[in-house]
C-alpha cells in the first residue's frame, strides 16, 4: 500500500485506469485482428499514453480470459508492460469458489515465477475466510497487497450486501472481519496491506468504513456508474488525502465512441478523460 500511496502522492491522482472493456467496445480499426491481439495492443497503447499520469491500473483477469486461447498470454505481457512503464497493478483474481482454487490462483499470481506478475489482487471474501486466507502469506513475505470485497457499486449491489445483519449492514461485517487481518503489515502512512474493495456510489458507506476502519485502505468501485461521483469518493479519504483510489473503466477507456469518433484517437481521448477524472477529484481531495 505504500507503493501505491507513494504513486498517488507523486502524480497527485487519485485514480486507477481500469481495464476491463467488453471486445465490442474496441475501437474497430483493431476488431479485424484476433480478439486477444486486438484487446492487448489496446491496452498497452492506453497504458503507454497514459504513463507518468495515471499512477495505477486494474486489470479484469475475466477479461482476457473470456478472449479465447490467447487472453492470458496477453494478459501476462500487459502486466509486465504495465509493470515496466511503472504503474501499480492490482488484478481482479478469477472467481475462487474454493480453498483448493484460492490456493491454486495465490500460487499463480504470487508464487516465484507466476504468469501473472502484480502488486495487489483483489478477492471475493463472502464465500468465507478460507477463499483469501491463500494470499495472506505473500502480503507479509512478498510485499503484496490483498483488496478484499465489502461493497461493490453495481445497481443491485444492495439487495444482499446492505441487508441488516444484526446492528450492522453486510458489508459493514465484512469489512469488519477482514479487519482483522494484516494488523501488522501496516506501513508508514497507516495503511495494512490487507485494504477492501469499496463502492464509489454509496457516500454513507464509504464515511462509514472510512472512520470506523483507518488503518484499511479503500480501493474504489464504480466511479463511471451513473450514482458514482467525485465528491462520494472523497469520503473514502483520509484528513491527509490518502487511504483510497478510484477506479475509472468505461468514462476512460470508451471515451472514444463517447466523443463520436472513429477510434483511431483512442489514446487521445482516454488521455483526456483521465485528465477531467482528477481534476474532478482533486476538487474534492487534496493530496498531501
Not at 105 to 127: H, N, Q, R
Not at 138 to 161: G, I, M, Y
Request: with cysteine.
Amino acid at each position: 500500500m505504500d507503493t501505491l500511496q507513494e504513486k498517488i502522492r507523486k502524480t497527485k491522482n487519485p485514480s486507477v485506469l481500469e481495464l476491463a472493456v467488453a471486445p465490442e467496445c474496441l475501437p474497430p480499426h483493431l476488431m479485424g485482428e484476433d480478439p486477444a491481439e486486438g484487446y492487448g495492443r489496446f491496452c498497452r497503447e492506453l497504458l503507454a499514453g497514459l504513463k507518468g499520469t495515471v499512477p495505477a491500473v486494474r486489470f479484469s483477469f475475466a477479461s482476457f480470459a473470456l478472449l479465447g486461447a490467447n487472453g492470458l498470454s496477453e494478459l501476462t505481457a500487459t502486466l509486465k508492460e504495465a509493470a515496466a512503464q511503472g504503474y501499480y497493478c492490482v488484478l481482479d483474481a478469477p472467481e475462487l469458489l474454493s480453498p483448493s482454487a484460492a490456493k491454486q490462483a495465490a500460487e499463480a499470481i504470487f508464487g516465484d515465477g507466476g504468469s501473472f506478475p502484480c502488486d495487489g489482487v483483489i478477492v471475493s471474501g463472502y464465500l468465507g475466510s478460507d477463499i483469501f486466507k491463500p494470499f495472506l502469506p505473500c502480503c507479509t513475505q512478498k510485499n503484496k497487497d490483498l483488496f478484499v470485497v465489502a461493497r461493490t457499486a453495481n445497481k443491485s449491489a444492495p439487495e444482499l450486501q446492505d441487508l441488516l445483519c444484526g446492528s450492522r449492514l453486510v458489508h459493514a461485517a465484512a469489512a469488519d472481519y477482514v479487519s482483522r487481518y494484516g494488523v501488522e503489515t501496516a506501513g508508514k502512512y497507516g495503511y495494512t496491506r490487507v485494504g477492501l474493495l469499496a463502492a464509489a456510489s454509496s457516500a454513507e458507506s464509504l464515511r462509514t468504513l472510512r472512520k470506523k476502519y483507518p488503518g484499511l485502505f479503500l480501493l474504489l468501485d464504480g466511479y463511471d456508474y451513473p450514482n458514482g461521483s467525485a465528491k462520494t469518493c472523497s469520503y473514502a479519504f483520509d484528513r491527509l488525502g490518502h487511504g483510497a483510489a478510484a477506479c475509472g473503466g468505461t468514462s476512460i477507456t470508451c471515451a472514444w465512441a463517447q466523443a463520436q469518433s472513429d477510434g483511431r484517437d483512442f489514446v487521445e481521448q482516454a488521455a483526456a478523460a483521465a485528465a477531467r477524472m482528477k481534476k474532478n477529484l482533486l476538487r474534492n481531495v487534496t493530496v498531501l
